[in-house]
Nanobody, 121 residues
Framework: QVQLVESGGGLVQPGGSLRLSCAAS????????MGWYRQAPGKQRELVAG???????NYANSVKGRFTISRDNAKNTVYLQMNSLKPEDTAVYYC???????????????WGQGTQVTVSS
């Protein structure tokens, strides 16, 4: 089994910061891309930021310049530093990892359970 466990969500005022973490554990051979998605009420899930195994990141236009994604490959962990938060950033944030459980197995998507981020005064 593979588990992705997120932490770091919460309530923050507009302009504030939060740092999300997501640790992958279990039988893992290698992790390819990791990323953060979010889903606001009544909206579709959207990509916030992604990062390759080599550390190359990409961002949704709405968060460029405010959010930074990073990862620690030794710890199978991905982070999302969120600065200058806005009310429209309010959503459930989900961690995603594309990984192989064995050297001969296929790449597969795994998801965390989600963590709530609320930006409100």
């Amino acid at each position: 089994q593979v588990q992705l466990v997120e932490s770091g969500g919460g309530l923050v005022q507009p302009g504030g910061s939060l740092r999300l973490s997501c640790a992958a554990s279990g039988r893992i051979f290698t992790i390819s891309n990791m990323g953060w998605y979010r889903q606001a009420p009544g909206k579709q899930r959207e990509l916030v930021a992604g990062i390759s195994s080599g550390g190359n990141g990409n961002y949704a236009n709405s968060v460029k310049g405010r959010f930074t994604i990073s990862r620690d490959n030794a710890k199978n962990t991905v982070y999302l530093q969120m600065n200058s938060l806005k009310p429209e950033d309010t959503a459930v944030y989900y961690c995603n990892a594309v990984l192989r459980r064995t050297s001969w197995g296929p790449l597969a998507d795994y998801w965390g359970q989600g963590t709530q981020v609320t930006v409100s005064s």
